[in-house]
């Protein structure tokens, strides 16, 4: 039997926002019993992907593990792969910020390891064929794509290819990915024996395991913990070494006979293309018998979710920001990185860390991207104020309020607040997930200042919805800190058709807006209703974490729970205290209204544990109106941020 060219590996990932516990337990359980392991087996090599957020936490928290490395890199046991510091889908990124980012992970790995990464890794093998010379340009000789998308190309999985691009080339290794190419996870030397019995007998074999997957290995191992599960994996690895050699993607290179050439297609991981599936009606998924059953674009990941997409807007807003910074290298430098921050791809989907789901890692993002933005803003030189642009690549221009305290992104449609930003927190209040409970009120998009009409006395009989309607924007010369929206809204009432006219007006002011509803009744009789503005608020990450206290009556208290469905009436205040943040939000109305307040939760999964996780709150305040025929009402609602 030939004797076959085995390379293990792991890449190894936590994003932007996780908590420090998440970060210790992973090191725990995955990274260290690893590594500390496998320097014990000087015999087996290796090749290892740390992020550049893995590797800062690391050298803050654990710099034993550094050096770990260092020795372990000097002695050519193991070989570091470079990539994007801060883990991107790299083609959501433009081109400048790949660069940037593959070269800022480079220099970190040269400068604390003394070598430069000669392969780079690519999160979630999101590929597209311009990567090519991107790569190679970055000083990259290979990089690692799924077995999948190398019979996908019509070449052979058991050796690697080259591919061009404008010119330039880049070797592709094809990987046997742990968490999709078996039908479970399993130890290395079942790994190579698997694919050995159903491929024949390969030249080589690539094995990548995403780092947490020490996890369920163990588990499944029953062994009394991780280091004696990797002792006796890597103990029968050994006991391989007849037929199995295991070495370094540098090394085998040196010894490759002549590659066979390959395109490749728009592709990524099967679970990120799965997660795209609404969106894209043909994917890419293969199954354990090796069938294909299509393709697809990653870039179809945002079209899942419309949180995800205004994520990728206000990334790419605050890109064109930094990009026309001139002048101050510092402070361009500062707002770049940032920016990087946030290009952290969990936060674009929901992934194996529970992605866009967990509001920490949203939260990062949107911090980092706050951040950027305000870095981008010259001290004594900006001037707040109210734009239009096309953000959300809708082919609909938005109304963008950017003031020194607070920013508010306002959209035609539905005539809602869809962020809400403050500066100084750094925090986007209008960041919410739709809840995916049954019991929920509704679902679909969650922004600010939602408006629906429901009958008198309740919330949840509604005869007119406002949140799908496009409103108008009215004249457009209009001041700096105002803008005035209109729409025509038929509701039913006793069996027959009804217009009532809304004109909603944004007026911004320094620390706070207000938002001023005239309903005029077109109609020959008196029309009698309820008219509801809705807030989605992200205050928080857990309920806990929020506060709501509502007033009546000018000084009377009323506490209201921020983890259970709360409702009260006659209220003129409501505070929404974010409580980490140091910061709450006041809202009163010139007329004392109903409130219905409720926690939302979306079911997401981290690592395999599947949990509901809190995503905001829905705030419904309503009046019950009587509107003369010819006639009109008008209601206020302050919003202010407070210290």
Same mark, same amino acid.
């Given at each position: 039997?030939? #004797?076959?060219?085995?390379?293990?590996?792991?890449?190894?990932?936590?994003?932007?926002?996780?908590?420090?516990?998440?970060?210790? =337990?992973?090191?725990?359980?995955?990274?260290?019993?690893?590594?500390?392991?496998?320097?014990?087996?000087?015999?087996?090599?290796?090749?290892?992907?740390?992020?550049?957020?893995?590797?800062?936490?690391?050298?803050?928290?654990?710099?034993?593990?550094?050096?770990?490395?260092?020795?372990?890199?000097?002695? #050519?046991?193991?070989?570091?792969?470079?990539?994007?510091?801060?883990?991107?889908?790299?083609?959501?990124?433009?081109?400048?910020?790949?660069?940037?980012?593959?070269?800022?992970?480079?220099?970190?790995?040269?400068?604390?390891?003394?070598?430069?990464?000669?392969?780079?890794?690519?999160?979630?093998?999101?590929? =597209?064929?311009?990567?090519?010379?991107?790569?190679?340009?970055?000083?990259?000789?290979?990089?690692?794509?799924?077995?999948?998308?190398?019979?996908?190309?019509?070449?052979?999985?058991?050796?690697?290819?080259?591919? =061009?691009?404008?010119?330039?080339?880049?070797?592709?290794?094809?990987?046997?990915?742990?968490?999709?190419?078996?039908?479970?996870?399993?130890?290395?030397?079942?790994?190579?024996?698997?694919?050995?019995?159903?491929?024949?007998?390969?030249?080589?074999?690539?094995?990548?395991?995403?780092?947490?997957?020490?996890?369920?290995?163990? %588990?499944?191992?029953?062994?009394?913990?991780?280091?004696?599960?990797?002792? #006796?994996?890597?103990?029968?690895?050994?006991?391989?070494?007849?037929?199995?050699?295991?070495?370094?993607?540098?090394?085998?290179?040196?010894?490759?006979?002549?590659? $066979?050439?390959?395109?490749?297609?728009?592709?990524?991981?099967?679970?990120?293309?799965?997660?795209?599936?609404?969106?894209?009606?043909?994917?890419?998924?293969?199954?354990?018998?090796?069938?294909?059953?299509?393709?697809?674009?990653s870039r179809r990941i945002l079209l899942r979710h419309e949180e995800s997409l205004l994520l990728y807007a206000k990334m790419q807003y605050v890109r064109i920001l930094v990009s026309q910074l001139r002048g101050d290298k510092s402070r361009k430098k500062s707002a770049q990185e940032e920016l990087?921050?946030?290009?952290?791809?969990?936060?674009?989907? $929901?992934?194996?860390?529970?992605?866009?789901?967990?509001?920490?890692?949203?939260?990062?993002?949107?911090?980092?991207?706050?951040?950027?933005?305000?870095?981008?803003?010259?001290?004594?030189?900006?001037?707040?104020?109210?734009?239009?642009?096309?953000?959300?690549?809708?082919?609909?221009?938005?109304?963008?309020?950017?003031?020194?305290?607070?920013?508010?992104?306002?959209?035609? #449609?539905?005539?809602?607040?869809?962020?809400?930003?403050?500066?100084?927190?750094?925090?986007?209040?209008?960041?919410?997930?739709?809840?995916?409970?049954?019991?929920?009120?509704?679902?679909?998009?969650?922004?600010?200042?939602?408006?629906?009409?429901?009958?008198?006395?309740?919330?949840?009989?509604?005869?007119?919805?406002?949140?799908?309607?496009?409103?108008?924007?009215?004249?457009?010369?209009?001041?700096?800190?105002?803008?005035?929206?209109?729409?025509?809204?038929?509701?039913?009432?006793?069996?027959?058709?009804?217009?009532?006219?809304?004109?909603?007006?944004?007026?911004?002011?320094?620390?706070?807006?207000?938002?001023?509803?005239?309903?005029?009744?077109?109609?020959?009789?008196?029309?009698?209703?309820?008219?509801?503005?809705?807030?989605?608020?992200?205050?928080?990450?857990?309920?806990?974490?929020?506060?709501?206290?509502?007033?009546?009556?000018?000084? =009377?208290?009323?506490?209201?729970?921020?983890?259970?469905?709360? %409702?009260?009436?006659?209220?003129?205040?409501?505070?929404?205290?974010?409580?980490?943040?140091?910061?709450?939000?006041?809202?009163?109305?010139?007329?004392?209204?109903?409130?219905?307040?409720?926690?939302?939760?979306? $079911? %997401?999964?981290?690592?395999?544990?599947?949990?509901?996780?809190?995503?905001?709150?829905?705030?419904?305040?309503?009046?019950?109106?009587?509107?003369?025929?010819?006639?009109?009402?008008?209601?206020?609602?302050?919003?202010?941020?407070?210290?």
């Amino acid at each position: 039997m030939q #004797k076959c060219s085995c390379i293990i590996g792991t890449y190894n990932h936590l994003p932007q926002g996780t908590e420090e516990s998440s970060f210790e =337990e992973t090191y725990q359980v995955c990274w260290r019993p690893f590594l500390s392991t496998l320097y014990r087996f000087p015999d087996i090599a290796a090749v290892l992907h740390y992020s550049g957020t893995a590797l800062s936490w690391l050298e803050a928290r654990h710099p034993e593990f550094i050096m770990l490395l260092e020795e372990m890199t000097s002695r #050519k046991q193991i070989e570091l792969l470079g990539g994007a510091f801060f883990a991107p889908l790299l083609p959501l990124v433009p081109g400048p910020d790949r660069l940037g980012q593959m070269e800022m992970l480079t220099t970190y790995i040269r400068k604390a390891f003394g070598r430069r990464p000669r392969g780079c890794w690519i999160q979630d093998y999101a590929w =597209e064929p311009g990567f090519t010379s991107s790569l190679e340009a970055c000083g990259f000789d290979f990089t690692f794509l799924q077995e999948r998308q190398f019979r996908m190309a019509g070449v052979d999985s058991g050796r690697p290819a080259i591919t =061009e691009d404008q010119g330039r080339s880049l070797i592709v290794f094809p990987a046997f990915d742990a968490g999709e190419s078996f039908a479970k996870v399993v130890p290395f030397h079942e790994a190579v024996a698997d694919l050995r019995s159903r491929q024949g007998d390969l030249p080589l074999v690539c094995i990548m395991y995403p780092g947490s997957a020490a996890r369920e290995l163990w %588990a499944a191992s029953g062994l009394e913990s991780p280091d004696v599960f990797f002792e #006796k994996a890597f103990a029968a690895l050994q006991k391989e070494s007849l037929v199995v050699e295991t070495t370094t993607p540098s090394r085998y290179l040196k010894t490759a006979q002549k590659l $066979n050439r390959a395109y490749f297609s728009s592709s990524a991981s099967a679970l990120l293309l799965e997660k795209s599936r609404p969106a894209a009606p043909r994917v890419e998924k293969a199954g354990n018998d090796g069938t294909l059953e299509g393709f697809g674009s990653s870039r179809r990941i945002l079209l899942r979710h419309e949180e995800s997409l205004l994520l990728y807007a206000k990334m790419q807003y605050v890109r064109i920001l930094v990009s026309q910074l001139r002048g101050d290298k510092s402070r361009k430098k500062s707002a770049q990185e940032e920016l990087w921050k946030a290009q952290c791809g969990d936060a674009y989907w $929901n992934g194996p860390s529970g992605g866009f789901f967990r509001p920490r890692l949203r939260g990062a993002a949107y911090s980092a991207l706050i951040l950027a933005e305000k870095t981008t803003r010259q001290r004594g030189g900006f001037s707040s104020g109210v734009t239009m642009a096309d953000i959300d690549f809708d082919g609909e221009r938005e109304i963008l309020y950017q003031g020194g305290e607070f920013n508010a992104y306002v959209r035609l #449609k539905g005539g809602a607040i869809f962020e809400l930003d403050s500066l100084r927190t750094l925090t986007n209040y209008a960041s919410v997930i739709a809840s995916q409970d049954p019991n929920a009120r509704r679902s679909g998009p969650r922004h600010c200042f939602q408006d629906s009409i429901a009958k008198s006395g309740s919330f949840g009989q509604e005869i007119a919805n406002c949140r799908e309607a496009t409103y108008g924007l009215e004249d457009s010369d209009r001041p700096a800190h105002l803008a005035v929206l209109t729409k025509e809204v038929t509701l039913e009432q006793s069996g027959r058709k009804k217009t009532v006219f809304i004109r909603k007006r944004y007026t911004f002011r320094k620390v706070a807006l207000s938002v001023t509803y005239e309903i005029a009744n077109r109609e020959n009789d008196t029309l009698n209703f309820r008219f509801c503005s809705e807030l989605n608020l992200q205050a928080g990450d857990q309920p806990d974490a929020v506060g709501l206290e509502g007033q009546r009556n000018g000084s =009377e208290k009323v506490e209201l729970s921020s983890s259970n469905k709360a %409702a009260a009436s006659g209220i003129d205040l409501l505070r929404i205290e974010n409580r980490a943040a140091g910061e709450h939000l006041e809202l009163r109305a010139d007329r004392p209204f109903e409130l219905l307040a409720m926690p939302l939760f979306q $079911n %997401a999964s981290a690592y395999g544990t599947e949990a509901k996780v809190y995503q905001g709150a829905s705030i419904l305040v309503g009046w019950d109106l009587s509107v003369p025929p010819d006639a009109s009402v008008k209601v206020v609602l302050n919003l202010e941020f407070r210290p």
